[in-house]
């Protein structure tokens, strides 16, 4: 394990999300690390949430955006209107109304940094039956890419980690985990040869979130044991 050394003292930062997929361990992560840490559950699933959230939080030195939906599983011809919609309204839509919201202090002081835990899933083709949840996810790494090229000319950090098979509550829950199939099939999926652990997800989101990662703008970095 990693010795704790204080790496994010100093540093006041909001985790969205906070109580599902990879918010409960970032929060305990960067905490350990000295963080101020502002660990928030709702889903921002309104038109002004985000907006409301940071504008109570005040300052920040970076956000954790981090918003989940269930892989929804149809084909194509057999999406519902309502589960495509969720997806976005879930994951895509709270995510740009966060980064709205916070980066004008942002650009004001010429620093800060936002991590979008996302997945890998858009990387490379999966299951026919995920196209809508895929589509929402690639969503998101469209908008860093994009986002994040117009951010850096202030200063103003928005990456994403691109991650699957890693232990959490949303997608890899311990049942899921310990389940003979899974176990099977593992380490015919991951080159890794096993399920990713949620401190390495830590350390990567701890990364792009402090002042060790100052030159990196844009970018989605890939975090799935050699899966994509």
């Known amino acids: 394990m990693t010795a704790m050394t204080g790496r994010l003292s100093g540093k006041r930062i909001l985790i969205t999300s906070a109580d599902t997929f990879?918010?409960?361990?970032?929060?305990?992560?960067?905490?350990?690390?000295?963080?101020?840490?502002?660990?928030?559950?709702?889903?921002?699933?309104?038109?002004?949430?985000a907006l409301a959230l940071v504008e109570r939080c005040g300052h920040l030195d970076a956000v954790i955006?981090?918003?989940?939906?269930?892989?929804?599983?149809a084909k194509t011809v057999?999406?519902?209107?309502?589960?495509?919609?969720?997806?976005?309204d879930h994951m895509v839509h709270p995510l740009m109304r966060t980064v709205r919201a916070v980066a004008p202090q942002m650009i004001a002081r010429k620093s800060g940094s936002i991590v979008v835990t996302g997945s890998s899933s858009p990387l490379r083709r999966m299951s026919p039956q995920t196209v809508s949840y895929v589509t929402a996810r690639a969503a998101q790494l469209a908008f860093v890419r994009s986002a994040g090229h117009d951010l850096?000319?202030?200063?103003?950090?928005?990456?994403?980690?691109?991650?699957?098979?890693?232990?959490?509550?949303?997608?890899?829950p311990p049942e899921t985990l310990a389940n003979p199939k899974f176990q099977e099939r593992l380490p015919i999926e991951v080159p890794a040869g096993r399920i990713g652990k949620p401190e390495e997800s830590g350390e990567l989101a701890l990364f792009l979130a402090s002042d060790s990662s100052t030159f990196i703008f844009g970018q989605v970095v890939?975090?799935?044991?050699?899966?994509s």
């Open 22 to 49: 990879m918010g409960p361990d970032i929060a305990r992560f960067f905490r350990s690390e000295g963080a101020d840490v502002i660990a928030d559950d709702d889903p921002l699933l309104g038109a002004g949430d």
């Open 65 to 73: 955006a981090n918003f989940e939906y269930p892989a929804y599983r």
């Open 78 to 88: 057999e999406i519902e209107d309502s589960e495509w919609l969720a997806g976005f």
């Open 152 to 172: 850096a000319r202030h200063n103003v950090r928005l990456n994403a980690i691109a991650q699957n098979f890693v232990a959490n509550p949303a997608y890899y």
């Open 222 to 227: 890939s975090h799935d044991g050699g899966w």
